[in-house]
């Protein structure tokens, strides 16, 4: 029987090949297999050996995307047939990633893993819209929040959210743009607020509109290109 493989989480940022660390960069090129989601730059699977298997486990709302439970079962398959593997993942592994469950499933198994911090959406985005996230004057905090549940009862409370000098970043909110910008009005948030969206934040085509909570979630829909799109709202978002 081979002994055990080892599975390694790994970041790979916004989408731009370069922003991933160096760190990713050597573990892919050592890899036996590769497990990579839909929001990961193809460019860095050039990286991988020629032998190296790829595996699409997609993660994309709307089209093609692997069941959680059938990407955990790869990556247990690879890693006990001895594999040194690597699971790709958009952005940062424990951010709004999953990569949590990864963990928890392999951990339970006895499979060793480790995990390679990604650079998150939010930081993308805050320096292609040149928005600092925190700033001495104007926000001292930054909270980063899904608009995704994953049940209609999980509410999320936005209320509690509502505080000054706070950035919100809020992933996954475009598809329901105005249902959010609904709820968020009524948990007291005002309708000029300040507001950005960006689209591809971090990549040479990245995209950003400004302007105020109500209006941008009036555009959203006809803004929007089809790329992955993250919400910034109040600290400097109207700086
Ligand atoms: C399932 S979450 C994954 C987040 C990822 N783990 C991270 O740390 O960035 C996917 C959401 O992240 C946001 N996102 C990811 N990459 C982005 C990018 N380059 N520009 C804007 N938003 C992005 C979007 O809100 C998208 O719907």
């Known amino acids: 029987m081979a002994s055990l493989g080892m599975v390694y989480l790994v970041g790979a940022g916004p989408g731009d090949p370069e922003l991933l660390t160096i760190k990713a960069r ?3 090129g050592e890899a036996d297999a590769v497990v990579y989601d839909y929001l990961v730059a193809p ?22 995307s692997c069941a959680q439970g059938d990407i955990d079962a790869t990556l247990l398959r690879l890693a006990r047939a001895g594999k040194t593997v690597v699971r790709l993942k958009g ?5 709004f990633g999953r990569g949590g469950e990864e963990v ?39 909270t ?13 409370d936005y209320a509690g959210l509502l ?22 009005t009524e948990a007291g948030f005002d309708t000029t607020m ?9 990549t040479n085509h990245a995209r950003v509109l400004r302007g105020g909570l109500a209006e941008l979630a009036a555009q959203a829909g006809a803004w929007a290109a089809g790329g992955p799109v993250l919400i910034l709202l109040g600290g400097t978002s109207g700086a």
Do not use: Q
Request: a positive charge; charged letters at 15%.
């Open 26 to 28: 050597r573990l892919l």
């Open 194 to 202: 300040p507001a950005v969206l960006v689209e591809n934040g971090g």
């Open 144 to 156: 980063f929040v899904t608009a995704h549940r994953r049940g209609p009862n999980l509410g999320i």
């Open 91 to 95: 952005g940062d592994p424990f951010i």
């Open 43 to 64: 460019e860095v699977l050039a990286w991988t050996r020629p032998d190296c298997e790829r595996v699409f486990a997609g993660k994309k709302g709307g089209s093609f």
């Open 104 to 142: 928890e499933a392999l951990t339970a198994a006895g499979i060793s893993c480790a995990v390679v911090p990604g650079i998150t959406a939010a930081l993308a985005c805050a320096a292609s819209a040149r928005v600092p996230l925190t700033h001495r004057d104007h926000a001292h905090a930054v």
């Open 163 to 184: 505080k000054p000098g706070v950035t919100l970043a809020i992933y996954m909110g475009l598809a329901t743009i105005s249902r959010l910008c609904h709820e968020l």
